[in-house]
């Protein structure tokens, strides 16, 4: 049984949780949409959409419906981190322990960049944030990129500062360990993706069309060859985001007109198509900007002209194409760089744009079954409030899913478990925590524990990993 672009149960079934019927991409707006203003967005790993307000300290949870439907979801409000610390443009993560970091922030509250240093975690057990410090004597952390490693620990950069000021952090003791020698030039605005096999990949905006390769093994920056068109502008260094497909090629978006790729099975950089003009033959790019991967395997990218021109136009890229889609109905309104892309359980993208009206992507196409997550190790009883560990392939999926760069990291590659129930098909999602890390991680066993819900319903169920809206087989159990 699959459920969502993974779990068809019925026609009826898919058409409820997904809650429209289209043949063709589309934008939906939710059913009940926020009363503040949305900036960014993060998954649980509950299912639930974590929302800060645009420049405050609040924040505020979307929650699916029993359907599992976000389109028909309820809003709550959530802990505000302290209210010296509303920060706009950030490094961030959800981390294997299942907590949420923020570290940073190019502004903070409102007024002029102050590049802090400030940073708070998100406990979801508690509902409550805690002051976390940057490495010890880092000056600036600001607009920062950031991933998390293959290893789980937390790889973060300095936005501004020397080409040597990067750290990682251990979870388990919570302590920062400088690393990255070797950097070719500074971190300002570039971004990391995280490779198959656990490097990461960075394009440099200083040495225009240089590019680096991080190894964990060594701490150490290599050079990742040279870009064979210019994807960095000159004015500000921008840059747009990149994003690793399912075939193991990176789409690397430019500030400029251009796009490249590069191949991660040989280490080669080629040219792809030029971003075109709009209907007001203004020049398209992502001069800072979100894109995401689909389930289908192409990538969703907002564009809009110029320098934080206002006029979005959506593209996916489908490896060899840009395809022009639909756009939300803010888009005359908005910049690139107001957009935020979450991949979500259900394979939709939902997108943010600092407006009122939150809008759901469904494209078309299915993810090839290559793709999925694969469970292969599993308790069939299962008992609410109960902590379970299940065991799999592919669990945090080939790709991180969302980017955007140095200014904000929404990356879903971790397992979420949901529970169906077979006689009413409500949908049920477990907390996961202490899971694995990585993409494209092959035949390699890993694994999630996953808390199960107090209020899940009892009787026969099927049990689904989901992860970049691609979801696993389904395992038969019992909820006793």
């Given at each position: ?368 079954p290559s793709w999925e997550p694969v469970i292969t190790e599993f308790k069939a009883k299962l008992h609410p409030g109960h902590t379970e560990t299940l065991r799999g392939t592919q669990l945090t999926g080939l790709s991180e899913g969302g980017a955007f760069g140095d200014d904000f990291q929404d990356a879903t590659n971790y397992p979420l478990v949901r529970i169906i129930n077979v006689s009413t098909n409500h949908v049920f999602y477990c907390r996961t925590h202490k899971f694995s890390s990585g993409v494209a991680t092959g035949s390699t066993i890993q694994s999630t524990d996953f808390d199960i819900p107090a209020g899940v319903e009892t009787g026969p169920s099927y049990l689904q990993v989901v992860t970049n809206g691609i979801a696993s087989n ?7």
């Amino acid at each position: 049984m699959k459920v969502l672009r993974a779990l068809s149960l019925t026609c009826a079934v898919l058409v409820a949780w997904l809650g429209v019927a289209s043949a063709q991409p589309a934008w939906y707006p939710l059913a009940t949409q926020p009363t503040f203003f949305p900036s960014q967005v993060f998954l649980l790993t509950d299912g639930r959409v974590m929302v800060q307000a645009y420049e405050s300290s609040n924040w505020y949870a979307l929650t699916p419906d029993i359907n599992g439907s976000y389109l028909n979801g309820t809003w709550s409000q959530l802990a505000s981190t302290d209210a010296n610390y509303a920060p706009l443009f950030y490094a961030s993560a959800i981390l294997p322990d299942g907590r949420l970091i923020i570290q940073g922030g190019e502004y903070n509250i409102s007024g002029p960049a102050v590049f802090t240093t400030k940073g708070a975690v998100y406990d979801p057990y508690t509902n409550k944030w805690s002051a976390h410090s940057a490495p010890k004597g880092w000056k600036i952390v600001g607009d920062a990129q950031s991933v998390v490693l293959a290893d789980g620990k937390f790889l973060m950069a300095s936005c501004c500062d020397d080409p040597s000021t990067a750290a990682f952090l251990e979870g388990a003791t919570d302590k920062w360990t400088a690393t990255g020698t070797g950097k070719a030039d500074s971190y300002d605005e570039e971004a990391f993706t995280l490779l198959p096999g656990g490097k990461v990949l960075t394009v440099d905006t200083t040495i225009h069309k240089g590019s680096e390769i991080y190894d964990p093994t060594t701490g150490a920056w290599s050079s990742a060859g040279s870009l064979p068109v210019d994807v960095a502008e000159y004015v500000g260094d921008e840059i747009g985001p990149a994003v690793l497909r399912p075939d193991g090629t990176v789409i690397q978006f430019g500030a400029t007109a251009h796009n490249a790729v590069y191949d991660t099975n040989t280490g080669t950089w080629s040219a792809a198509p030029d971003f075109p003009l709009n209907g007001s033959m203004q020049q398209l790019d992502v001069y800072d900007g979100p894109a995401a991967l689909l389930p289908n395997g192409n990538v969703l990218v907002m564009t809009s002209p110029g320098q934080y021109m206002k006029g979005a136009q959506f593209f996916e890229w489908d490896g060899t194409n840009f395809n022009t889609e639909a756009n939300t109905p803010n888009a005359a309104n908005a910049s690139s760089y107001f957009g935020r892309l979450l991949v979500l359980p259900t394979g939709g993208v939902l997108q943010t744009d600092y407006s009122k009206d939150i809008e759901i992507y469904f494209s078309t196409g299915d993810p090839d079954p290559s793709w999925e997550p694969v469970i292969t190790e599993f308790k069939a009883k299962l008992h609410p409030g109960h902590t379970e560990t299940l065991r799999g392939t592919q669990l945090t999926g080939l790709s991180e899913g969302g980017a955007f760069g140095d200014d904000f990291q929404d990356a879903t590659n971790y397992p979420l478990v949901r529970i169906i129930n077979v006689s009413t098909n409500h949908v049920f999602y477990c907390r996961t925590h202490k899971f694995s890390s990585g993409v494209a991680t092959g035949s390699t066993i890993q694994s999630t524990d996953f808390d199960i819900p107090a209020g899940v319903e009892t009787g026969p169920s099927y049990l689904q990993v989901v992860t970049n809206g691609i979801a696993s087989n389904s395992v038969d159990v019992t909820v006793e």
